[in-house]
T-cell receptor, first 116, second 109 residues
Framework: NAGVMQNPRHLVRRRGQEARLRCSPM?????VYWYRQLPEEGLKFMVY????????ESGMPKERFSAEFPKEGPSILRIQQVVRGDSAAYFC??????????????FGPGTRLTVL | QKEVEQNSGPLSVPEGAIASLNCTYS??????FFWYRQYSGKSPELIMSIYSNGDKEDGRFTAQLNKASQYVSLLIRDSQPSDSATYLC?????????FGKGNQVVVIP
């Protein structure tokens, strides 16, 4: 299966703990995007990364949230000191590139984060 | 920041009928448009991309783009219960996709 992979699919954390969400892009894709979807709300962009570079993090909260896409391994979205408001579905998407495919983005299955 | 509007409320259609969904966007310079389907509790799935004015057909789905009026629509012909989902319209906005809030479609057997 060459689709976008995310793990874990479900993650439960207590307030104050850290959450680490992982995403492996589709084979052949080098662009990774993270989106958040709150219950009954739309998808909101968080961050766009290429290998070893954060290209656009304008949608990500300045505090407690960080993202990386190392040379080797998956992209990671990290949320420190989680609060109940962080409970949401976090989706990763990947694309082949802005010019090559008109920014068609393919989504992974998501990680559903629940903060107790 | 580009805005994408999907204003219709939930749409109920009888099985076999045509479901029609509309989406308007704010940036006249937008060049590509996408429709995603999202089943409850699942991730968005790309079902249609359209780049040129006019119609694009793929199976039972037809996307219609009118750049002058800044709207893109999705028609689902011969609607099936399996089409019951939320349909999201999306437009590239710099390095991201800007999504509408979605239209829920319920196909009644």
């Amino acid at each position: 299966n060459a689709g976008v992979m995310q793990n874990p699919r479900h993650l439960v954390r207590r307030r104050g703990q850290e959450a680490r969400l992982r995403c492996s892009p589709m084979k052949g894709h080098s662009h990774v995007y993270w989106y958040r979807q709150l219950p009954e709300e739309g998808l909101k962009f968080m961050v766009y990364l290429q290998k070893e570079n954060i290209i656009d993090e304008s949608g990500m909260p300045k505090e407690r949230f960080s993202a990386e896409f190392p040379k080797e391994g998956p992209s990671i979205l990290r949320i420190q000191q989680v609060v109940r408001g962080d409970s949401a579905a976090y989706f990763c998407a990947s694309s082949a590139g802005l010019g090559a495919s008109y920014n068609e983005q393919f989504f992974g299955p998501g990680t559903r984060l629940t903060v107790l | 920041q580009k805005e994408v509007e999907q204003n219709s409320g939930p749409l109920s259609v009888p099985e076999g009928a045509i479901a029609s969904l509309n989406c308007t966007y704010s940036d006249r310079g937008s060049q590509s448009f996408f429709w995603y389907r999202q089943y409850s509790g699942k991730s968005p799935e790309l079902i249609m991309s359209i780049y040129s004015n006019g119609d694009k057909e793929d199976g039972r789905f037809t996307a219609q783009l009118n750049k002058a009026s800044q709207y893109v629509s999705l028609l689902i012909r011969d609607s099936q219960p399996s089409d019951s989902a939320t349909y999201l319209c999306a437009v590239p906005d710099d390095n991201r996709l800007a999504f509408g809030k979605g239209n829920q479609v319920v196909v009644i057997p």
